[in-house]
């Protein structure tokens, strides 16, 4: 079975500055998805970015950019010029392409409280 | 479009008490899950959905069943609570995968307090 480990259970960052939250996974297939769950005192769970196995480009959202490193299983968030509002959870997630018995279910990392200093 | 709703959003129960907590989705998904968010522990999957009438348990379902008899809703009971099912309680729905990724999309949650 696939597992997430988020080594980091908080991080804090300097307003403006730059974090990256690190985030590895296990599994023996060569295809699936990854992901990062953003999740703020409101509790609503909010896709940060995705990233597909198969391709070898990072993926990028405006301040939000990912370091995919497939070989050492690595999937690692950075988020530059941090501001107040990204203080938050944030989870890494991982989905198979195969049926999985058709859940297609995501499995979550146990996720990093960010906390962002003025 | 309201997306993924949860409801309640609150619920305080006794030890031994019932309750059914609905999601309803306007997305036309397929795919319905519920998760349980525990302190450290990230979201693990209870029960989930493939199409309507169908449901499937996921890692943790002890205690908890679940029906979908319309597609777009999505409930889950407890016939017993225990104050371990005290929780958050998160639903979740998708699109049947074709090609690309085809995101979750999650309710707002529900918090549950079991005494």
């Known amino acids: 079975a696939q597992t997430v480990t988020q080594s980091q259970p908080e991080m804090s960052v300097q307003e403006a500055e730059t974090v990256t939250l690190s985030c590895t996974y296990d599994?023996?297939?060569?295809?699936?998805?990854l992901f990062w769950y953003k999740q703020p005192p409101s509790r609503q769970m909010i896709l940060v970015i995705r990233?597909?196995?198969?391709?070898?480009q990072n993926a990028t959202e405006n301040r939000f950019s990912v370091n995919f490193q497939k070989a050492a299983k690595s999937f690692s968030l950075k988020i530059s010029d941090s501001q107040l509002g990204d203080a938050a959870m944030y989870f890494c997630?991982?989905?198979?392409?195969?049926?999985?018995?058709?859940?297609?279910?995501?499995?979550f990392g146990k996720g990093t409280k960010l906390t962002v200093n003025p | 479009n309201a997306g993924v709703t949860q409801t309640p959003k609150f619920r305080v129960l006794k030890t031994g008490q019932s309750m059914t907590l609905l999601c309803a989705q306007d997305?036309?998904?397929?795919?319905m899950y519920w998760y349980r968010q525990d302190p450290g522990m990230g979201l693990r999957l209870i029960h989930y959905?493939?199409?309507?009438?169908?449901?499937a348990k996921g890692e943790v379902p002890d205690g908890y069943n679940v029906s979908r008899l319309k597609k777009q809703n999505f409930l889950l009971g407890l016939e017993s609570a225990a104050p371990s099912q005290t929780s958050v309680y998160f639903c979740?729905?998708?699109?049947?995968?074709?090609?690309?990724?085809?995101?979750?999309?999650f309710g707002p949650g529900t918090r549950l307090t079991v005494l």
């Open positions: 979740a729905s998708k699109l049947r995968w074709l090609a690309g990724v085809n995101e979750q999309f």
């Open positions: 599994t023996s297939e060569s295809d699936y998805y």
């Open positions: 990233q597909e196995a198969y391709k070898q």
């Open positions: 997630a991982y989905r198979s392409t195969r049926s999985q018995g058709g859940s297609e279910k995501l499995v």
């Open positions: 997305m036309n998904h397929e795919y």
């Open positions: 959905s493939v199409g309507e009438g169908t449901t």
